[in-house]
Every structure is written in structure tokens, then in C-alpha cells.
């Protein structure tokens, strides 16, 4: 293992070390709530998941929402890519998920494209949200500032 993959391997540690102790901070603030945290019906729970989360229900319901999902679907195409090179980045030896065959062609495709069609759709926003400004993007300054980070 090369410094450069033992860095990396430690970044990755320390990432996910800092992602478990913020997961504790916001599960302890929740708590401090009354009631429970929400652990009953599962298979709802899994359900709303993927059909308002993955599936992007809600806000596919206006026609702005449909970029929103476009870059939250998009992300996801890009992270196979994403860990395909954190794979690589780790081990001292080329890593390629080819071994996957026609499914590899048909993600690196998908990562082409969407990758194309996240910029557009992160264009769009960032002209609704500062140039266009629809009623409800109207906020105060640091709420449009917080999002022009975001899209940047």
C-alpha cells in the first residue's frame, strides 16, 4: 500500500468517523422531542422510501421538480463512477467494475449522460434561483446564498 492509498484510506475513516458522531448528535436532538423516535411499520417506512425518496413523488408534481429529480438521479449514476475510482484510489492495482460486462458499458453511458443533463438541470436552477426568482424561491439573502452554493 503506497502513502497516497494510506491517506486516502484515512480520509475515508475519518469521514465516516464524523458522519456516525453527527448521526448520534441529530438522533440524541430528536429524542429530546416527545414521543419516539419512528421505528414502527417498516415495510411503510421502506415503501415511502423508495417511492417519495428514490422515486422522487413529491416533488415531481410541479414541473421544476423534474430537475430536482434529474440531479438527485443523476448523482446517483455519477456514484457508481465515483466509487469505481475510490475502489481504484485504494488498491495498488487497476480496479474496474468491467468485470460486470454489459452493465458496466451501460452505467459508464448513463454516467455520461446524466452527468450532461445534472450540469443543465444545475444551470436551470441556478437561473430560477437568482434570476427569475419565482415567488416561492423568494427568501432572504443568505437562503439564496445557501443554494447558490449548493448548485455551484
Known amino acids: ?15 465516516h ?13 430528536v429524542n429530546l422531542g416527545q414521543g419516539t423516535l419512528g421505528l414502527d411499520e417498516i415495510p411503510g417506512r421502506i ?3 423508495l417511492v417519495k425518496g428514490f422515486g422522487q413523488k413529491l416533488v415531481r408534481k410541479k ?12 448523482f446517483w449514476i455519477i456514484t457508481y463512477g465515483t466509487l469505481e475510482g ?9 480496479f474496474s467494475f468491467a468485470f460486470m460486462g454489459p452493465l458496466w458499458v451501460l ?15 444545475l444551470g436551470i436552477g ?3 434561483r437568482v434570476i427569475t426568482r419565482p415567488k416561492r424561491l423568494e427568501g432572504d439573502f443568505s437562503h439564496t446564498v445557501d443554494a447558490v452554493i449548493i448548485l455551484g
Request: avoid cysteine; hydrophobic fraction near 60%; charge should be positive.
Open 63 to 74: 414541473p421544476s421538480g423534474w430537475g430536482h429529480a434529474v440531479i438527485f438521479w443523476g
Open 1 to 15: 500500500m503506497t502513502i497516497s492509498n494510506l491517506l486516502l484510506l484515512l480520509l475515508i475513516i475519518a469521514a
Open 86 to 94: 475510490l475502489i481504484n484510489g485504494l488498491t495498488p492495482n487497476h
Open 17 to 29: 468517523g464524523v458522519f456516525a458522531w453527527r448521526l448520534l448528535l441529530i438522533y440524541r436532538l
Open 126 to 128: 441556478l437561473y430560477r
Open 47 to 49: 415503501k415511502d422510501l
Open 107 to 121: 452505467m459508464n453511458s448513463l454516467q455520461d449522460f446524466f452527468g450532461l443533463f445534472v450540469m443543465i438541470a
